[in-house]
């Protein structure tokens, strides 16, 4: 009996200890973004605000691979797509930008007017045509890759270690994901035309996540992000540029 109730202390002790371990990587790499848009927008540090920027970057690629390989001593993997999903993450993107066109055409400039985004992306150069489309083709085949690299794998995998069930992580998850986005919004749109967007993404949050958990691929999840991706930044450039 004694030797029973000891693993028991055991298995519960290693389960706390996991648990802990979780939270902690989740801290440290959902912590990053937020600090980015604060150091960028709220304090507007200049130099400071582009290092912060490219380093919570390299941060948010870095720590999650180091926690995954060397403190959870996991094994490489290039997450790939086992269990198919592509028509399925195909479908939701589309139906998504869908969502996006029609509310910008309904919405169009409650939410954010021209003159408002040119001022916004004029200090950064991205009015001039050729920087935008380098910036746009950044954001969705590089920076939404990280994003669901970071948010869905790391950070979805970590929270389902602290909580059980199948949406709690998801909705969790997909909060996570949104708070930096609100408190960047918050800079630039009302508090209305703030809250629309925060939920459009909270919306694409729980999508991407739900795609993550039931396909368990940031590739699968990542081609409905990058379609309604494209239809944000085609509304940006239509706003900007024009075609």
Same mark, same amino acid.
């Given at each position: 009996?004694?030797?029973?109730?000891?693993?028991?202390?055991?298995?519960?002790?290693?389960?706390?200890?996991?648990?802990?371990?979780?939270?902690?990587?989740?801290?440290?790499?959902?912590?990053?973004?937020?600090?980015?848009?604060?150091?960028?927008?709220?304090?507007?540090?200049?130099?400071?605000?582009?290092?912060?920027?490219?380093?919570?970057? =390299?941060?948010? *690629?870095? +720590?999650?691979?180091?926690?995954? @390989?060397?403190?959870?001593?996991?094994? #490489?993997?290039?997450?790939? &797509?086992?269990?198919?999903?592509?028509?399925?993450?195909?479908?939701?993107?589309?139906?998504?930008?869908?969502?996006?066109?029609?509310?910008?055409?309904?919405?169009?400039?409650?939410?954010?007017?021209?003159?408002?985004?040119?001022?916004?992306?004029?200090?950064?150069?991205?009015?001039?045509?050729?920087?935008?489309?380098?910036?746009?083709?950044?954001?969705?085949?590089?920076?939404?890759?990280?994003?669901?690299?970071?948010?869905?794998?790391?950070?979805?995998?970590?929270?389902?270690?602290?909580?059980?069930?199948?949406?709690?992580?998801?909705?969790?998850? =997909?909060?996570? *994901?949104? +708070?930096?986005?609100?408190?960047? @919004?918050?800079?630039?749109?009302?508090? #209305?035309?703030?809250?629309? &967007?925060?939920?459009?993404?909270?919306?694409?949050?729980?999508?991407?996540?739900?795609?993550?958990?039931?396909?368990?691929?940031?590739?699968?999840?990542?081609?409905?992000?990058?379609?309604?991706?494209?239809?944000?930044?085609?509304?940006?450039?239509?706003?900007?540029?024009?075609?």
């Amino acid at each position: 009996m004694s030797e029973g109730v000891c693993l028991m202390h055991a298995q519960l002790n290693d389960s706390n200890s996991q648990k802990n371990l979780a939270f902690l990587g989740l801290i440290l790499v959902g912590i990053a973004p937020t600090i980015s848009v604060v150091t960028g927008f709220a304090l507007k540090a200049g130099v400071l605000a582009i290092v912060v920027f490219v380093f919570t970057k =390299a941060w948010m *690629f870095g +720590l999650p691979a180091f926690w995954h @390989l060397r403190i959870e001593k996991n094994t #490489l993997s290039r997450s790939p &797509a086992l269990k198919g999903g592509w028509l399925v993450s195909t479908g939701l993107g589309v139906a998504m930008a869908v969502v996006i066109m029609v509310a910008y055409f309904l919405l169009g400039d409650s939410l954010l007017s021209e003159d408002d985004l040119k001022e916004i992306l004029d200090p950064f150069g991205l009015t001039t045509p050729w920087k935008l489309m380098l910036a746009i083709m950044f954001w969705v085949f590089i920076n939404s890759v990280l994003e669901e690299y970071v948010f869905r794998w790391f950070i979805t995998s970590k929270i389902e270690q602290l909580v059980s069930g199948k949406w709690l992580p998801i909705l969790l998850s =997909a909060g996570v *994901f949104t +708070l930096h986005h609100t408190i960047a @919004l918050s800079f630039f749109i009302d508090p #209305l035309g703030n809250f629309l &967007a925060s939920l459009g993404v909270f919306i694409g949050g729980v999508i991407f996540s739900w795609i993550y958990i039931e396909y368990r691929s940031v590739w699968v999840a990542w081609v409905a992000h990058a379609i309604a991706d494209v239809a944000v930044f085609a509304i940006g450039w239509q706003m900007i540029v024009g075609f």
